[in-house]
């Protein structure tokens, strides 16, 4: 079963930019990739979902290829507070997560 | 907009009793899903219901583990009897429709099993 691949870590510093590559190999022709933020004992929280070139919105952007095998996900100046774990999200037969990035930003 | 409702928040039991879990989702949402996350991995899919009927329960343990969606609203997930390795955070996640709508989770129940 085709399942996401993440980096498992990621350390950078108050003010970066910071990308996180995804890969989904099998990706159907008609979904969407997904990409979650989550926090200690909280739920996941919807950051930002596209389908092919480039998606923007006030969080982050979203980059993906033309064939659509992986996207990577770039959060402009990181700040201390985008400390958590990040995931992608697609639909290959069944919704699957990646085992999701942990993201380490320092002062 | 009111977020995804769940209860209890925390929850303790002993192996081979019994625990319910109770999620409402945001109202007009027909689509909610109930995840299992344990410690350090990413949330696993249980079921899926699309207004009050399953989508998909492949990854449902049914010989202990039951969902229902009672018109369409509120859901509740079931665990009997509990075993240790059920210690996990259950998930509950709304949607207008289907994947290729943003869900919207809840803050989870923590279980657990000792």
């Known amino acids: 079963l085709a399942k996401t ?14 990308n996180i590559t995804c890969s989904h190999n099998n990706i159907a022709t008609n979904d969407y990739i997904t990409w979650y933020q989550q926090f200690p004992s909280q739920g996941p929280r919807f950051i930002i979902q596209g389908y092919k070139t480039k998606v923007t919105n006030e969080v982050a952007s979203l980059f993906i290829p033309a064939d659509r095998k992986s996207s990577t996900l770039s959060l402009p100046r990181v700040s201390l507070s985008d400390t958590a774990v990040y995931y992608c999200l697609v639909r290959e037969g069944k919704l699957i997560f990646g085992q999701g990035t942990e993201l380490s930003v320092k002062p | 907009e009111a977020g995804v409702a769940q209860s209890p928040r925390y929850k303790i039991i002993e192996k ?8 409402n989702p945001i109202s007009g949402h027909a689509t909610l899903y109930w995840y299992q996350q344990i410690l350090g991995q ?3 899919l249980l079921i899926q219901f699309q207004n009050n009927g399953v989508v998909d ?5 049914k010989d202990r ?4 969606r009672l018109k369409g609203v509120d859901s509740t997930l079931k665990i009997q009897p509990a075993k240790l390795e059920d210690s996990a955070v259950y998930l509950c996640a709304s949607s207008y ?3 290729n709508y943003g869900y919207t989770f809840g803050s989870g129940t923590r279980l657990t099993v000792v």
Not at chain 1, 5 to 18: A, F, H, K, L
Not at chain 2, 17 to 23: E, G, I, L, P, R
């Open chain 2, 42 to 44: 990413g949330p696993k």
């Open chain 2, 57 to 61: 329960d492949s990854q449902l343990p």
């Open chain 2, 97 to 99: 429709g289907g994947f």
């Open chain 2, 16 to 23: 081979r009793q019994s625990v319910a879990f109770w999620c």
């Open chain 1, 5 to 18: 691949t993440q980096p498992i870590s990621m350390d950078s510093y108050e003010g970066q930019e910071v």
């Open chain 2, 65 to 68: 583990f039951s969902a229902e």
